[in-house]
């Protein structure tokens, strides 16, 4: 999904649409104002980057104060760390990270007010389908050979287009079974055309930039080798990076360090090349409850709290070296979801036990546990009080939230009306069974070492043994639970999470379209792909397509609100809580520009330590 995803404190929200020329939709003032409902204090955002020559190179000069170069920023990462550093590769939120520290992308999105803006490109333009964008000149990978066109069009044509590494942005732009085309006009500009308008595109710019003289010869050795290309086995001398840090260490299991950039492209207002800092660390901390305590214990510098801690540090604020900071909803959504696969692997077996397919399948079954979840509970005593009941497939700060969808509380009486429906009935020691005799059991799966989804797995479990089902709850590791979810398709029930953006929904095509790579909940393998649909995942399908065609704003909220309708009616996923977003970061840090969009270490590159 992906990707994984990856909000923002915006006063103004603008969606792009197509026509002859570049034109921008504005979404009413009310829909937008639903994004800010935090108490961050007020942020003061420095004018936009603009470019400058330099001894003939165009770089982006950045308009932040000034700071002092040196220092270093430790930030961390919880579970067993980057499974990859090829941000082509990447399917994991951790190794997107890693990898695209060091990988800038044509574009990015303000962390002020959500518009595309450029980046690696000077500018761009949309005429039409055709999107023109223009390099700046002179500007180098991190060995000193110069960013041109053609990098720009072997990485989206060689890569992207043809299918290398993790393939969820080429089957984002796949429309009417068509790619998007790609092609040099001059050594500094490029030239996309779409067969269709397609509004998301525009966002899809800032997929990173591949040096092509580094990344040809493993592309011709083709697709296998590649998945082994940069991976964490590498020497980190053999990167070649466009962005800020370039890697310099890795430890697996314990930290990854990353270096300044000698040639980075953005300078400050003095025209020194930045960042300012002279290293990146990551330490790897296995857990949520080791990230606190290496926070308090000064070997991080930057962290994001989960709702138990955030009383006790807000308390401890004042007389500390930290600053909290409130970013809002989170832009991501977390839920329960059941395996509804009913398809057999090659040697004839099912992935789920044909007792409980029928369970899982039957929407009065998914109905009563929906019911049965108590997410006031959750929010209260999980999140501590910081956080929403969740409903929706779009984020409650997503600008395409359909309102329409509304919250209600547990009921566990109507939980088990809808079980009655289907024939379950309980014995007289209160335990379930359908109506074919057999006991209600299942796995339920996390992934371990996020206290959160843990905590949440208990009190899910207890909500349904509430109704009398059994619930054999089992936390694994992050890789071995994403293996069962897209690969071996063992499991019975999960609790998950995705990113995702309050911009943008079609970064979550992979997950709800039927053939998706993330359409966890019935998914389907590449010998799969042809097997009959649900009727609603048809629709599904039908209705997302048609939201990324759409070029304004309101035609395409129709089509987004009656996808996220048939999700609340079909419960594919069993929403469950937004968290608001609560981070601390030292003091001594400066350049901080909190967005509930881009985070707070957006800008690393600007980030100085006093």
Same mark, same amino acid.
């Given at each position: 999904?992906?990707?994984?995803?990856?909000?923002?404190?915006?006063?103004?929200?603008?969606?792009?649409?197509?026509?002859?020329?570049?034109?921008? @939709?504005?979404?009413?003032?009310?829909?937008? +104002?639903?994004?800010?409902?935090?108490?961050?204090?007020?942020?003061?955002?420095?004018?936009?980057?603009?470019?400058?020559?330099?001894?003939?190179?165009?770089?982006?000069?950045?308009?932040?104060?000034?700071? /002092?170069?040196?220092?270093?920023?430790?930030?961390?990462?919880?579970?067993?760390?980057?499974?990859?550093?090829?941000?082509?590769?990447?399917?994991?939120?951790?190794?997107?990270?890693?990898?695209?520290?060091?990988? @800038?992308?044509?574009?990015?999105?303000?962390?002020?007010?959500?518009?595309?803006?450029?980046?690696?490109?000077?500018?761009?333009?949309?005429?039409?389908?055709?999107? #023109?964008?223009?390099?700046?000149?002179?500007?180098?990978?991190?060995?000193?050979?110069?960013?041109?066109?053609?990098?720009?069009?072997?990485?989206?044509? +060689?890569?992207?287009?043809?299918?290398?590494?993790?393939?969820?942005?080429?089957?984002?732009?796949?429309?009417?079974?068509?790619?998007?085309?790609?092609?040099?006009?001059?050594?500094?500009?490029?030239?996309?055309?779409?067969? /269709?308008?397609?509004?998301?595109?525009?966002?899809?710019?800032?997929?990173? #930039?591949?040096?092509?003289?580094?990344?040809?010869?493993?592309?011709? %050795?083709?697709?296998?080798?590649?998945?082994?290309?940069?991976?964490?086995?590498?020497?980190?001398?053999?990167?070649?990076?466009?962005?800020?840090?370039?890697?310099?260490?890795?430890v697996p299991a314990q930290r990854v360090v990353y270096e300044?950039?000698?040639?980075?492209?953005?300078?400050?207002?003095?025209?020194?090349?930045?960042?300012?800092?002279? %290293?990146?660390?990551?330490?790897?901390?296995?857990?949520?409850?080791?990230?606190?305590?290496?926070?308090?214990?000064?070997?991080?510098?930057?962290?994001?709290?989960?709702?138990?801690?955030?009383?006790?540090? /807000?308390?401890?604020?004042?007389?500390?070296?930290?600053?909290?900071?409130?970013?809002?909803?989170?832009?991501?959504?977390?839920?329960?979801?059941? +395996?509804?696969?009913?398809?057999?692997?090659?040697?004839?077996?099912?992935?789920?036990?044909?007792?409980?397919?029928?369970?899982?399948?039957?929407?009065?079954?998914?109905?009563?546990?929906?019911?049965?979840?108590?997410?006031?509970?959750?929010?209260?005593?999980?999140?501590?009080?910081?956080?929403?009941?969740?409903?929706?497939?779009?984020?409650?700060?997503?600008?395409?939230?359909?309102? !329409?969808?509304?919250?209600?509380?547990?009921?566990?009486?109507?939980?088990?009306?809808?079980?009655?429906?289907?024939?379950?009935?309980?014995?007289?020691?209160?335990?379930?069974?359908?109506?074919?005799?057999?006991?209600?059991?299942?796995?339920?799966?996390?992934n371990a070492g996020n206290t959160e989804r843990e905590a949440?797995?208990?009190?899910?479990?207890?909500?349904?043994? !509430?109704?009398?089902?059994?619930?054999?709850? %089992?936390?694994?590791?992050? +890789?071995?639970?994403?293996?069962?979810?897209?690969?071996?398709?063992?499991?019975?029930?999960?609790?998950?999470?995705?990113?995702?953006?309050?911009?943008?929904?079609?970064?979550?095509?992979?997950?709800?379209?039927?053939?998706?790579?993330?359409?966890?909940?019935?998914?389907?393998?590449? /010998?799969?792909?042809?097997?009959?649909?649900?009727?609603?995942?048809?629709?599904?399908?039908?209705?997302?397509?048609?939201?990324?065609?759409?070029?304004?704003?309101?035609?395409?909220?129709?089509?987004?609100?009656?996808?996220?309708?048939?999700?609340?009616?079909?419960?594919?996923?069993?929403?469950?809580?937004?968290?608001?977003?609560?981070?601390?970061?030292?003091?001594?840090?400066?350049?901080?520009?909190?967005?509930?969009?881009?985070?707070?270490?957006?800008?690393?590159?600007?980030?100085?330590?006093?």
């Amino acid at each position: 999904m992906k990707k994984w995803v990856y909000v923002i404190l915006v006063l103004l929200v603008c969606a792009v649409f197509l026509k002859s020329c570049v034109h921008r @939709d504005v979404p009413p003032v009310e829909v937008v +104002n639903n994004i800010v409902h935090n108490d961050v204090e007020s942020v003061s955002f420095p004018a936009h980057a603009k470019t400058v020559l330099v001894d003939g190179v165009e770089y982006l000069q950045s308009q932040a104060p000034v700071g /002092k170069f040196g220092g270093q920023l430790r930030a961390s990462t919880i579970g067993e760390g980057p499974k990859t550093f090829n941000p082509f590769n990447s399917k994991d939120n951790t190794s997107s990270t890693m990898s695209e520290i060091m990988y @800038d992308g044509l574009l990015t999105t303000c962390p002020e007010d959500g518009e595309p803006i450029p980046k690696l490109a000077k500018s761009f333009e949309i005429n039409g389908l055709d999107y #023109i964008i223009h390099l700046r000149r002179g500007v180098k990978w991190s060995d000193g050979k110069e960013i041109t066109a053609d990098d720009v069009v072997f990485t989206w044509q +060689n890569i992207i287009f043809d299918g290398f590494g993790n393939t969820s942005t080429r089957d984002s732009l796949v429309i009417d079974g068509k790619l998007p085309t790609v092609r040099k006009i001059d050594k500094y500009t490029v030239k996309f055309t779409l067969t /269709k308008p397609f509004a998301p595109f525009v966002r899809m710019l800032s997929t990173p #930039i591949a040096p092509k003289h580094v990344f040809e010869p493993a592309v011709k %050795k083709g697709k296998d080798y590649f998945y082994t290309f940069y991976s964490t086995n590498t020497n980190p001398k053999e990167f070649v990076t466009s962005g800020a840090f370039k890697l310099k260490e890795y430890v697996p299991a314990q930290r990854v360090v990353y270096e300044r950039n000698p040639n980075y492209y953005i300078v400050n207002t003095n025209n020194e090349k930045l960042p300012y800092l002279d %290293k990146l660390i990551y330490l790897i901390v296995g857990d949520l409850n080791n990230e606190v305590l290496k926070f308090e214990g000064g070997e991080v510098d930057v962290i994001t709290l989960q709702g138990a801690n955030v009383a006790r540090f /807000k308390e401890r604020e004042l007389h500390s070296d930290y600053k909290i900071y409130n970013l809002g909803p989170n832009t991501g959504t977390m839920f329960l979801t059941m +395996n509804l696969n009913d398809r057999q692997n090659e040697e004839g077996e099912f992935y789920v036990e044909p007792v409980k397919q029928k369970w899982f399948r039957d929407l009065n079954f998914r109905l009563a546990c929906d019911y049965a979840v108590d997410r006031k509970n959750m929010v209260l005593n999980i999140a501590n009080g910081l956080g929403e009941p969740l409903f929706t497939a779009e984020s409650l700060n997503s600008i395409f939230l359909n309102k !329409d969808l509304k919250p209600y509380d547990r009921d566990i009486e109507k939980s088990k009306e809808y079980l009655k429906k289907s024939g379950f009935y309980w014995d007289e020691k209160g335990k379930l069974f359908d109506k074919n005799n057999n006991r209600v059991e299942f796995d339920l799966y996390t992934n371990a070492g996020n206290t959160e989804r843990e905590a949440i797995g208990v009190m899910v479990k207890q909500d349904l043994e !509430d109704l009398g089902m059994k619930v054999n709850f %089992k936390p694994v590791e992050f +890789n071995t639970l994403v293996n069962k979810l897209v690969n071996t398709l063992d499991w019975d029930m999960v609790i998950m999470g995705l990113t995702g953006s309050p911009l943008e929904p079609n970064g979550g095509k992979n997950v709800w379209l039927s053939d998706g790579t993330l359409h966890m909940f019935n998914q389907r393998l590449e /010998k799969d792909a042809k097997s009959p649909r649900l009727d609603w995942e048809t629709k599904l399908d039908e209705v997302y397509i048609k939201g990324a065609l759409e070029t304004d704003f309101d035609s395409r909220k129709k089509y987004y609100d009656e996808y996220q309708k048939i999700a609340y009616e079909q419960k594919p996923f069993i929403y469950i809580y937004s968290p608001i977003i609560i981070t601390a970061i030292r003091t001594k840090y400066k350049n901080i520009f909190p967005s509930g969009l881009a985070g707070i270490t957006y800008n690393l590159e600007e980030i100085y330590e006093e």
